[in-house]
């Protein structure tokens, strides 16, 4: 069945460091869905990518979708405290989503 | 942002026993909402896609008739988890779709089977 795995699965940054989790399917995805989730609370949807090679910007977030709809990448410049929380990638394949296990980031001030 | 609401927040039962969820958009129209499960410390499980006046699309391995899904208006969508078990103990969220990028979730329901 489609798994979809995400690296790494914690990250600690210092404030103002780069930090990127990435997301790679088994099967070739239709869409991919990133989400945030901070401890404690409820998931907030962030970004939907649809097209291959689709690069998409939130201030200070970049999302980028591969060529082959496969994998897809969130990027954050100089991460803030406020970032901190764990971020899941969806991906949707032949009619079912599968949420990797997510990447938790902590930031040290 | 929209604000969604899930009623209730916490719900305790007993085995045997259906349980109903509440899943609210309370400023906007939605006619499509999700429900998720979500276990302690893991990741989303999309359960089912929530239709405005039409059946309820599941996804491959959710029991439709363990988890029924009735969306009656624009603005509230309901989870019935029939005959419950302990393994049916999780975290259940909602979310509602604006647009194909914008969706906002509910603050989630704990249901405990005992």
């Known amino acids: 069945g489609q798994q979809v795995m995400q690296i790494p699965q914690y990250q600690h940054v210092q404030e103002g460091e780069d930090f990127t989790t990435y997301c790679n399917s088994s099967?070739?995805?239709?869409?991919i869905q990133w989400y945030k989730q901070r401890p404690g609370g409820h998931p907030v949807f962030l970004i939907q990518l649809v097209k291959s090679g689709e690069v998409k910007k939130q201030k200070r977030l970049t999302f980028q979708f591969g060529e082959a709809k496969k994998n897809s990448s969130l990027h954050i410049t100089a991460t803030q405290t406020t970032d901190v929380g764990t971020y899941f990638c969806?991906?949707?394949?032949?009619?079912?989503?599968?949420f990797g296990d997510g990447t938790t980031l902590t930031v040290k001030p | 942002g929209a604000v969604v609401s899930q009623h209730p927040s916490r719900v305790i039962c007993k085995s045997g026993t259906s349980v109903k969820i509440e899943c609210r958009s309370l400023d906007f129209q939605a006619t499509t909402m999700f429900w998720y499960r979500q276990f302690p410390k893991q990741s989303l499980m999309l359960m089912a896609t929530s239709n405005e006046g039409s059946k309820a699309t599941y996804e491959q391995g959710v029991e439709k008739d363990k988890f029924l899904i009735n969306h009656a208006s624009l603005t509230l969508s309901t989870l019935t988890v029939t005959s419950a078990h302990p393994e049916d103990s999780s975290f259940y969220i909602c979310s509602a779709r604006i647009s194909a990028d914008t969706q906002y979730f509910g603050p989630g329901t704990r249901l405990t089977v005992l």
């Open positions: 099967t070739t995805l239709s869409n």
């Open positions: 969806a991906g949707r394949s032949a009619g079912k989503s599968t």
